[in-house]
């Protein structure tokens, strides 16, 4: 069992940052691609960001590209991302998710991953 516990959503201005923590538990060991997905009120979930199990390869949803940086520390169990220059279409409800079969790889599909957390909230005003 691998259990993801999200952090550091909130509210912030137009223009400005937020750090999103994304602590795994659990069979760590286990853990393989970790992405960021978000969903708006009335919209599908959509990814935002994806990293492989090692942090070298990563990849962005066009909307997010330059303005986002995913990364993580298998060493504290934690991935992060780093979110500038938020604008009010950032905001949504941003999860946490981790893929826990085979491939070691970064994950573009939902389908792909195994478990979410619980969701953090953030609301960028303009």
């Known amino acids: 069992q691998v259990q993801l516990v999200e952090s550091g959503g909130g509210m912030v201005q137009a223009g400005g940052s937020l750090r999103l923590s994304c602590v795994y538990s659990g069979r760590t060991t286990a853990v393989n691609g970790m992405g960021w997905f978000r969903q708006a009120p009335g919209q599908a979930r959509e990814l935002v960001a994806t990293i492989s199990w090692s942090g070298t390869s990563t990849y962005y949803s066009d909307s997010v590209k330059g303005r986002f940086t995913i990364s993580r520390d298998n060493t504290k169990n934690t991935m992060t991302l780093q979110m500038t220059s938020l604008q009010p279409e950032d905001t949504a409800l941003y999860y946490c998710?981790?893929?826990?079969?085979?491939?070691?790889?970064?994950?573009?599909?939902?389908?792909?991953?195994?478990?979410w957390g619980q969701g953090t909230q953030v609301t960028v005003s303009s």
């Open positions: 998710a981790a893929g826990i079969r085979g491939t070691t790889q970064y994950l573009t599909e939902a389908k792909d991953y195994d478990v």
